[in-house]
């Protein structure tokens, strides 16, 4: 990297988002769009853990409206849907972070030119075990990959893949030879031609 927030620069990537960080990271693409390939690994630390949206997107629920699993017993249930509103509103935000990264690329007019990855750790799961624990919340969690026009719109895969994976595909994409340590697999031909990966098994510790 020849960028980047560390605890030794100017304010730490815990701080992305929530502190306006992200202004570092929109002079970089001004700096750089059009003139140079450029790598952006956008951390923000979102929605993660501490929860503490803005109102405005706290009132973008209705808390009344929030369905609340068989499982929460009737004592839970009242603190269940706080903090699954709260949760709903930290996606929000994170949602409405990405567009405004994404608007800051199109204005650059380097949308056209970008391949996105989006990908989480752990997913929130509230009552229920998650992270550190074999449950499905804990191991199973999206990932998507869009490049306007080079990569199909729309298409909804249950394919296994791992983040691993995403290693060697940017460098295909990048015309890098992946090396022989590279453990994933290039999903460059399967995102372009929709062809499966034939994976049957993943496995992770």
């Keep these: 990297f020849t ?3 560390s605890q030794e620069s100017i304010r730490p990537f815990r701080e992305f988002v929530r502190n306006d960080a992200q202004t570092e990271l929109f002079s970089f693409i001004d700096e750089h769009a059009g003139k ?3 790598f952006i690994w956008w951390a923000p630390l979102m929605p993660h853990t501490p929860h503490n949206p803005p109102e405005n997107f706290l009132r973008m629920f209705d808390p009344q409206s929030i369905p ?5 017993s009737v004592e839970n249930r ?8 709260l949760s709903l509103a930290m ?3 994170t949602d409405d972070e990405i567009g405004k990264l994404r608007n800051k690329i199109k204005e650059r007019g380097e949308d056209q030119n970008t391949l996105y990855v989006f990908i989480i750790d752990n997913g929130w799961s509230n009552g229920l075990p998650a ?5 499905e919340k804990g191991t199973s969690t999206p990932a998507f990959f869009t490049w306007p026009g080079q990569i199909p719109e729309g298409l909804h895969r249950k394919d296994l893949m791992s983040s691993l994976d995403i290693y060697p595909t940017l460098l295909s994409y990048g015309g890098v030879e ?4 590279a453990e ?3 999903l460059r031909e399967h995102l372009e031609k929709q062809t499966p990966l034939r994976r049957k098994s993943l496995f992770g510790a």
């Design 3 to 5: 960028h980047g927030l």
């Design 36 to 38: 140079a390939p450029m």
């Design 68 to 72: 609340i699993p068989d499982y929460i």
């Design 78 to 85: 009242e603190e269940f849907i706080k903090r699954e509103h």
């Design 91 to 93: 996606e929000a935000w």
């Design 131 to 135: 992270k550190g624990s074999v449950f």
């Design 178 to 181: 992946a090396p022989d340590s």
């Design 184 to 186: 994933g697999m290039d």
